[in-house]
């Protein structure tokens, strides 16, 4: 028998059995539905959270008082470093921590950052900010941040402020320009730079020396936080032990009593995708059950069809058909009806991509695992070749039943 003859009466088989099919076909496509969905939402998350990352420099390395509470490297701006306004209640970090650092062949530049609250007042208007102080004669080789207008900070420079796009624009009732004068802790200020939306948008950001002064609590040689960009990407984990085993001998703690923690912004890209895809394979998992559930239905189906073609079985085994011919056309029926399931789960998987992703604040991008028009024609390939080979693998055993039915067995069959 020729496999197009073989191909049409499993079609036949398939259209004249319209409500058991389409109920088996129901379970196939919820279940691809769910897992094409789960993977493109994924795929998004991490595209997303590559993006974050992307323009972010990974070679910055910060170090934070307080081993419990470190703070993202994140700070004012990509690659800017954080950290909090060390005090005398805290277990703080000084000029003599960075003397002891400047031994590790690794680092290319470092300075001492603080942060703290302090009240800005612009046109008779107050709102209280992050005020970042900065080593302007290093700073700027941390920093990547981009400007809206005006330029950065210079060594030269003391009561000058940058400040985020929201603190120039939308904070005060009259926008702030560049060389326009503020007044921070009464202390005026003058606007040299404001940074591009999206770069620490409610950040001031001073020379220290000048910080210092309009910071509470605030003095001179503590830190908040030490800031450290290392030559390259290849040395951050090695730096990062370096620096930590550097700082417990020059501060004279051990790991039971470390009183600092370091973090660099690779092992924090590192962690967030590594989280992301355990994530997506935990609810693909999920997802995945839908589709056993649905194999299962697959295979009752193809048990029912074969009891009701028995005679017809009986009939083209008299006229000459082989097993094998009997045994592919129910192999072949039950993987027209993963195909169609699968084929409808794409379509619905893609509807469902297309509503959750947005709604969750994410957008496809235009990888290989995501397009522009949603799921990828490999994700596309994927979903439907999953649901045929579920739909064989689940149509063989009833196939083989088919096939090794006695003629004259069958024929009587009622």
């Known amino acids: 028998m020729r496999y197009k003859t073989s191909l049409k009466l499993a079609t036949n088989i398939l259209l004249h059995s319209k409500i058991r099919s389409w109920l088996t076909i129901i379970g196939i496509v919820i279940g691809v539905a769910s897992v094409v969905s789960i993977v493109a939402l994924g795929d998004a998350m991490t595209e997303s959270v590559e993006s974050s990352f992307e323009d972010m420099d990974l070679t910055i390395i910060t170090v934070t008082p307080g081993y419990s509470g470190a703070q993202s490297s994140m700070g004012p701006g990509r690659g800017g470093g954080g950290g909090t306004t060390a005090t005398i209640d805290e277990d703080e970090l000084t000029d003599k921590d960075i003397m002891a650092l400047r031994s590790i062949e690794e680092i290319e530049y470092m300075y001492g950052q603080i942060s703290g609250k302090a009240d800005v007042e612009f046109t008779g208007e107050t709102a209280s900010l992050s005020v970042t102080g900065v080593d302007t004669q290093v700073w700027k080789y941390t920093s990547n941040m981009d400007y809206d207008s005006g330029r950065a900070l210079e060594p030269s420079d003391k009561y000058v402020a940058m400040i985020g796009y929201n603190v120039a624009n939308e904070l005060f009732d009259q926008p702030i320009g560049v060389n326009r004068v503020i007044t921070i802790e009464d202390r005026s200020v003058r606007v040299v730079g404001i940074l591009e939306d999206g770069e620490s948008n409610n950040a001031v950001i001073m020379p220290i020396d000048a910080a210092i002064n309009v910071i509470e609590d605030a003095e001179k040689d503590v830190y908040g936080s030490i800031v450290i960009k ?32 370091v973090t660099d912004s690779k092992s924090q890209m590192d962690g967030v995708s590594d989280m992301v895809s355990s994530m997506t394979f935990f609810l693909g998992a999920i997802a995945g059950v839908s589709l056993l559930v649905g194999a299962v239905g697959i295979a009752n189906t193809m048990f029912t069809s074969v009891m009701e073609k028995t005679k017809e079985i009986g009939t083209m085994k008299a006229i000459g058909a082989k097993n094998r011919d009997i045994m592919r056309i129910f192999v072949m029926n039950s993987a027209l009806v993963g195909f169609v399931g699968g084929f409808l789960g794409i379509v619905l998987g893609e509807i469902v991509s297309r509503v959750v992703i947005p709604m969750s604040g994410l957008q496809i991008g235009r990888t290989a695992t995501s397009s522009a028009t949603g799921l990828s024609p490999e994700l596309m390939i994927l979903g439907i070749g999953l649901a045929m080979l579920i739909g064989v693998i689940s149509g063989v055993i009833p196939a083989y039943s088919a096939s090794k039915m006695k003629p004259v067995d069958a024929l009587r069959y009622e």
Do not use: G, N, P, Q
């Open 230 to 261: 290392v030559e390259d990407e290849e040395v951050v984990e090695s730096a990062v032990e370096e620096i930590e085993s550097t700082l417990l001998i020059s501060r004279h703690v051990d790991e039971k009593d470390r009183d600092f923690s």
